[in-house]
Every structure is written in C-alpha cells, then in structure tokens.
C-alpha cells in the first residue's frame, strides 16, 4: 500500500475553481491507476475521475466532465483534480485512492487499496 495525503480544499463559490493535489509517500506511484472519490453527507462514496498509470487515459463521471480535469505527475509523485465551473452539489469531502489496474468508465472503492484522508471541498450559492 502506499500512504497518500491531500490538500487543496477549501471554501469556494459557485462558478469557481479550486485544484486538489494527492501526495504519495512512496517513488513508485507510477505502477498504480490514480482516482478521485467524493463523498457528500448522507450519501455514498461516488467515483469521480481516474487516470492511468502513464497519464495516458483519464475518464470523468458524466457529472464532471468538461469541468474537472484529473492529472499526474510521476516524478513528482502527486496527482491532481482542477476542478473549474464549480456548483454546490460538488460539496463534498474529496478522496484520492491509488489501485493496480485502470478501471476507466466503470471504477469503484473495491478497485483501490489506498486511500487519503480526505479533503474538504465547500461550494457557496
């Protein structure tokens, strides 16, 4: 497993942008599928984005796509979420989570071992 830790939430207004990052402890970040989960109060763990291991391939849920942007940066070992356009249903704690293989259109937790700790994202009317 690898120890992953996020950052980057905050307090924003609707129509605006803020960008997360997950830092892995380990220089191996390259053999793991990256993911960003979000998780609103009362409701499930809802997949958001993944991307392959090269960064090649990214996939975004329906509700996200053409505002959210997920990338990676594997000498840097961190992966990032640019979140743009944002609304008040985009509240919610943000997950990141590493997993062995890209799972593309049809992610779920089971498909990651590692998870952060979260961070807060808060989208005002």
């Known amino acids: 497993q690898v120890q992953l830790v996020e950052s980057g939430g905050g307090l924003v207004q609707t129509g605006g942008s803020l960008r997360l990052s997950c830092a892995a402890s380990?220089?191996?970040?390259?053999?793991?599928?990256m993911g960003w989960f979000r998780q609103a109060p009362g409701k499930e763990r809802e997949f958001v984005s993944v991307i392959s291991r090269s960064g090649r391939n990214t996939y975004h849920t329906d509700s996200v796509k053409g505002r959210f942007t997920i990338s990676r940066d594997n000498a840097g070992n961190t992966v990032y979420l640019q979140m743009n356009s944002l609304k008040p249903e985009d509240t919610a704690v943000y997950y990141c989570?590493?997993?062995?293989?890209?799972?593309?259109?049809?992610?779920?937790?089971?498909?990651?071992?590692?998870w952060g700790q979260g961070t807060q994202v808060t989208v005002s009317s």
């Open positions: 989570a590493a997993g062995r293989t890209y799972c593309s259109s049809s992610c779920s937790p089971d498909d990651f071992d590692s």
């Open positions: 380990r220089r191996t970040i390259g053999t793991y599928a």
